[in-house]
């Protein structure tokens, strides 16, 4: 994708990074009011993203929290508002490093 799109794929993954910031708290949200569905939704959006950007490891993330939420359980809060950022930014270090 990076090779079709050239620029356009930069652009890309800094809007996919961009959102990333706010879905820590939009997860949260939805964890506080046992909101499964809404979960499962943002979950989904994530994965299908990342993954469509070549980010396994996200996507990876976002998909397990998917399948937990169509069970109507949920990760661990601290997965959501400390790991994930941090994956996040581990990813954004080394895609800036290709």
């Keep these: 994708m990076r090779d079709t799109l050239g620029d356009d794929f930069v652009t ?36 299908g993203s990342a993954g469509l950007l070549g980010l396994a490891a996200i996507s990876d993330c976002a998909n397990v929290w998917e399948e937990l939420s169509k069970s109507n359980q949920f990760p661990d809060p601290k ?7 941090q994956l996040v930014a581990a990813t954004r270090s080394a895609v800036g490093n290709q």
Excluded: M, W
């Excluded at 993954?13 to 809404?38: I, Q, W």
């Excluded at 997965?79 to 950022?85: A, E, G």
């Design 12 to 47: 890309l993954l800094e809007s996919f990074f961009s959102d990333c910031e706010k879905y820590p708290a939009r997860l949260n949200h939805h964890l506080e009011n046992n909101d499964a569905s809404g979960f499962c939704d943002l979950a989904h959006e994530i994965k």
């Design 79 to 85: 997965h959501v508002t400390q790991d994930f950022p």
